[in-house]
């Protein structure tokens, strides 16, 4: 089970952190990664870090975002900065078993609920 956390209204140039509390599967174990959609759009890749720390990004939030991960406490994060308004989106925590990751959603066998980010101009 996934429940992602941390969501909520921001201000454009704001940072936040997203959180994801994984229970119920060997946390060590699984890939782990963040999928969003914004209003009227497809959900798209945005971060994925694998068991062994390894990690990549989608295109959009290059270089202004960080995923990481805490073993011992079962939970993942997105650490967003200089936020846009076009980051507006529900964001997904997802995870999948092995240590592989995929930018393709299909891959990802286990889905979070969501957490809304809203970004204001």
């Known amino acids: 089970q996934l429940q992602a956390s941390g969501g909520g209204l921001v201000q454009a140039g704001d940072s936040l952190r997203l959180s994801c509390a994984a229970s119920g599967r060997s946390f060590s174990r699984l890939a782990m990664g963040w999928f969003r959609r914004g209003p009227g759009k497809e959900r798209v890749f945005v971060a994925a870090?694998?068991?062994?720390?390894?990690?990549v990004y989608g295109d959009s939030v290059q270089g202004r975002v960080v995923i990481s991960r805490d073993n011992a406490k079962n939970t993942l994060y997105l650490q967003m900065n200089s936020l846009k308004p076009e980051d507006t989106a529900v964001y997904y925590c997802?995870?999948?078993?092995?240590?592989?990751?995929?930018?393709?959603?299909?891959?990802?066998?286990?889905w979070g609920r969501g957490t809304l980010v809203t970004v204001s101009s």
């Open positions: 870090i694998s068991g062994l720390d390894s990690t």
């Open positions: 997802v995870a999948r078993d092995g240590n592989n990751y995929f930018r393709d959603e299909i891959q990802w066998r286990y």
